[in-house]
């Protein structure tokens, strides 16, 4: 089993910036992809970003893209959610979530396993 506990959430001014963490335990972390996704209330869990086993490669969401930058440090089982020129609109639970695959996943369904998810409010 893997286990992943988000943190780094809070309440921000628009324009702040905050960066969220993804601690992994219980297997090989470097063997797995890993996505950072967001749901705001009354929608659905929607992708933000995602990053390979190790580091190379890395995607965004077109909301999240020059804003946004993941990245992971394997020595630390750590994913980091850089989120700066932050809006009222990324208002969200942010989740990391992890799966055994070599390259990233942008889909809810193709990840296993999830962390319980940090609140991040945007004021405006």
């Known amino acids: 089993q893997l286990q992943l506990v988000e943190s780094g959430g809070g309440l921000v001014q628009a324009g702040g910036s905050l960066r969220l963490s993804c601690v992994v335990s219980g297997r090989t972390f470097s063997s797995y992809s890993v996505g950072w996704f967001r749901q705001a209330p009354g929608k659905e869990r929607d992708f933000v970003a995602a990053v390979s086993w190790n580091g190379r490669n890395s995607d965004y969401a077109d909301s999240a893209k020059v804003r946004f930058t993941i990245s992971r440090d394997n020595a630390k089982n750590t994913v980091y959610l850089q989120m700066n020129s932050l809006k009222p609109q990324d208002t969200a639970v942010y989740y990391c979530?992890?799966?055994?695959?070599?390259?990233?996943?942008?889909?809810?369904?193709?990840?296993?396993?999830w962390g319980q998810g940090t609140q991040v409010t945007v004021s405006s």
């Open positions: 979530a992890a799966d055994y695959y070599s390259d990233y996943k942008k889909r809810v369904q193709d990840y296993g396993y």
